[in-house]
């Protein structure tokens, strides 16, 4: 019997949703080691899945949740896009005029959103503190050499996109993308997500935790034997002298303060599917953010062909990555310790998913395909029983 298979399940399911909370229960039971995770679900605009699992986790418990900041950060771009303050087909250097040389100064805002700008790092790397603050990032890399011709090509820009875009976000409107996240999206959807931790709130954070792979996946890893693609160890930050820990990076004091776009943010699942109810569908009463004609564009594919950092294809639309295994329309961002956010036009789903203990192998972890599948087929039944 697994560790987590004594860590009680708690939360609730609104009537007709108990199939999403039977699979998070099985997924938890099968955990070697308790997940403290939280997993939430709206749709039109209303919580209908609220439920959380570990030792010292709960359903308010804030934490890192890495890449999921992205989404969050690009739905402040999706906004002022569709507000006619950034232009997508500009160039981005129109707006940042340092942002020149080694073919910067031809790229266009839409393909600095899709990741083709090659600013991944730079050689020498970021210290956490360095990472922590977008501006410092967006200076160092607009006198950076791209590491590859930008616009030819697409790759994840793991730990800087957020300083990149933010940085045209601050020339556009003269505030921080953090600023604006705060003002448009933040404060009056009420959301547990942020872009820099107030102190007040410090008492609701909990770090993130180690993984804890077991002896059969360990084994596994080692069986498969796979080769890193070249630059993933320059976009995460690794190839320095002392790679970035991406546990300690998150638990970095700094990192929590000053909340860097990329993937500092700090927050809850019930935020995390909040603000994509928001995008779509409005969240208790107040209105979508998002027109369907911009969430269509920013979730419309950008990158086709093979990212040059994780080798995934088809990766991206506008700054939020695609999900695939949801559908066409969907957009979202996933984390690196296996949480995930999306938003289904389609099915006016919202979904936030996080975890403090880091799932393996990392990224979006495995169980969210399950989660994903057991929240569609509650929604697919719930507009069968509306018509019946």
Request: charged share 20%; glycine share 12%; hydrophobic share 40%.
């Amino acid at each position: 019997m697994s560790v987590s298979a004594s860590v009680r399940v708690n939360g609730t399911v609104a009537a007709g949703w108990e199939p999403v909370r039977e699979e998070f229960e099985a997924f938890v039971a099968a955990e070697a080691h308790s997940p403290e995770a939280q997993l939430a679900v709206y749709r039109d605009g209303r919580r209908v899945v609220d439920l959380w699992a570990g030792e010292d986790t709960d359903g308010s418990t804030l934490t890192g949740v890495y890449s999921i900041s992205k989404g969050a950060a690009h739905l402040v771009v999706a906004l002022l896009v569709q507000d006619g303050v950034l232009d997508l087909e500009r160039r981005v250097s129109a707006y940042w005029p340092e942002f020149t040389g080694g073919g910067k100064e031809r790229l266009t805002v839409r393909q600095l959103l899709s990741h083709q700008s090659g600013l991944i790092n730079t050689p020498e790397g970021f210290d956490y503190a360095e990472l922590a603050d977008d501006a410092v990032v967006a200076a160092r890399l607009a006198a950076q050499e791209p590491y590859w011709e930008p616009g030819t090509a697409y790759g994840y820009h793991a730990l800087v996109i957020g300083a990149l875009t933010g940085e045209v976000v601050r020339r556009a409107t003269g505030r921080s993308l953090q600023e604006v996240f705060e003002e448009r999206i933040r404060a009056p959807y009420g959301l547990d997500l942020y872009l820099g931790l107030p102190e007040e709130l410090e008492g609701r954070w909990k770090p993130v935790l180690d993984m804890l792979p077991t002896p059969e996946q360990l084994a596994a890893r080692a069986a498969a034997d796979t080769p890193l693609p070249e630059l993933l160890p320059v976009a995460f930050n690794a190839h320095r002298g002392t790679p970035t820990d991406l546990v300690a990076y998150a638990n970095h004091p700094k990192v929590k303060a000053l909340g860097p776009a990329s993937a500092g943010g700090i927050g809850t699942a019930r935020a995390v599917a909040a603000l994509y109810a928001a995008a779509i569908s409005g969240v208790d009463g107040r209105p979508a953010l998002l027109e369907p004609g911009t969430a269509a564009e920013f979730a419309r594919p950008h990158t086709p062909g093979e990212d040059r950092v994780t080798a995934e294809t088809d990766h991206f639309g506008l700054g939020f990555e695609r999900q695939h295994a949801v559908g066409p329309r969907v957009f979202g961002h996933s984390g690196a310790a296996g949480g995930l956010g999306w938003a289904d036009p389609a099915t006016r789903i919202g979904y936030g998913y996080t975890r403090r203990r880091f799932g393996f192998p990392g990224g979006a972890a495995p169980e969210n395909d399950r989660l994903a599948e057991a929240v569609l087929r509650a929604a697919a039944g719930q507009d069968g029983a509306g018509q019946a």
